[in-house]
């Protein structure tokens, strides 16, 4: 097979949660766990930190990726879904995973698959640990994809555990209250294996404890230690936040850049601050220049997309992937800050949300364009204007998302705001993300 056939054969015989839902979702390491030791066990050959958390894991993950990088270390980084090409979620240095790599890894294990059956997803992590090992990268920054306890990637015994912002997302699959699905990431802890939390959340605080106490592993609250604050006004046209880092109270990193917008990444910041102690004290050497060049280039360094990112300038155009309730509130707060004429909000989700609470959170002001991914969960546009309508949301349904981003940027003025989002799949078809 080439390229093309593999991934056909990939999404057509293995199941994928990102395209299906639910349906594509195997709980349990078995399958895993099989592969791997089909594999000779790769997951054991090299050194990783393990990224939980339902907001903040991808933003983390390719900040701690790109310090590591900047330090000079040979870095995996496995993240997921991808938004436009499959082997973005495989990086070692930036570098996305090589189609031919791709190519002869299927073929060689093809037999094990049709024996095995695994998931799309549990395929994606023995094909990460598998090309990690081969590579022999220095350290690896591995994503869950869905939860933790059971999730795919959770067969590594990593250096340390980071677990971000925990909200409501996939309940179906996780729980329906805080606790539960804290509970759910709380199972990437393991013996004796220091943990970082970026928040302390008081509904889950307990949550983590209990489990830390259970397993032996030291706990540690980042932003108990940590504090990350603007050291500037942020211009919302630039792609850069100036911010001052405290360290129990103390100055840490004055004037440090950071690469990513949004105030939500702030609440992020801690956390990498926090695991990069933990590295430290393992004995990895990231001085703060290092520090300071990941912070500031990422997006260069791991070729990291949609968060908060700036398409266009008069009018403003930008697009982010957060796409559940805690995610949204960011958004909003972030919109509210922007200097506007009028806000134009091309919109699309997946019809496994609960659409009606995240409705609820959107501006009345802003003029809508609803559309839907080209995703079998999407869900379709005139459904979603039908739900905004019923909550004050308001405007036309465009169908396929370029129609919709087309629509808004033609009747956008010069000061007006062109905003792209409500989910993951579509921000991955704006064009102009991968100009």
Known sequence: MNYAETLAYLYQQ???????????????????????????????????????????????????AAVLQAAGYRVGLYTSPH?????????????????????????????????????????CVALAYSYFAEQQVDIAIVEVGLGGRLDSTNIITPLVSLITNISFDHQALLGN????????????IKPGVPVVVSQRQEEVVAVFEQKARAERAP????????????????????????????????????DVDLGLVGDYQRLNLPGVL???????????????????????????????RGRWTILGRRPLVVCDTGHNEAGLRFVTAQLSRIPRQRLHFVLGVVNDKDVSKMLTLL????????????IPRALPALELAKQAGAVGLHGDVHGPVPAA???????????DVVFIGGSTFVVAEVEELYA
């Open 363 to 374: 501006p009345t002001d802003a003029i809508y364009y609803f559309c839907q991914a080209d």
């Open 83 to 123: 938004l436009r090409e499959f082997t973005e979620r495989i990086k070692i240095d930036g570098q996305d995973l090589a189609p031919d790599y791709l190519v002869q890894w299927v073929a060689k294990w093809r037999p094990l698959f049709e024996q095995v059956q695994p998931s799309f997803f549990e395929m």
């Open 405 to 415: 981003v087309r629509a808004a940027r033609e009747a956008a003025g010069p000061d």
């Open 219 to 254: 706990l540690v609250f980042a932003d108990v230690l940590y504090h990350a604050e603007e050291a500037m006004p942020t211009r919302p046209d630039v792609a850069m936040q100036r911010l001052r880092i405290t360290r129990l109270g103390v100055p840490s990193l004055e």
């Open 177 to 188: 209250t805080l606790p539960e699905i804290a509970a759910e990431k709380a199972g990437i």
């Open 274 to 304: 926090a695991v990069i102690d933990e590295l430290r004290r393992q004995g990895f050497q990231l001085p703060e220049a290092a520090v300071r060049v990941g912070l500031r280039d990422v997006r260069r360094l791991t070729g990291f």
């Open 14 to 64: 293995l199941p994928m949660f990102q395209r299906v839902g639910a349906a594509g979702f195997k709980p349990g390491l078995a399958n895993t766990e099989a592969l791997a030791e089909a594999m000779g066990h790769p997951e054991r050959k090299f050194r990783a930190v393990h990224v939980a958390g339902t907001n903040g894991k991808g933003s983390s993950s390719n900040l701690l």
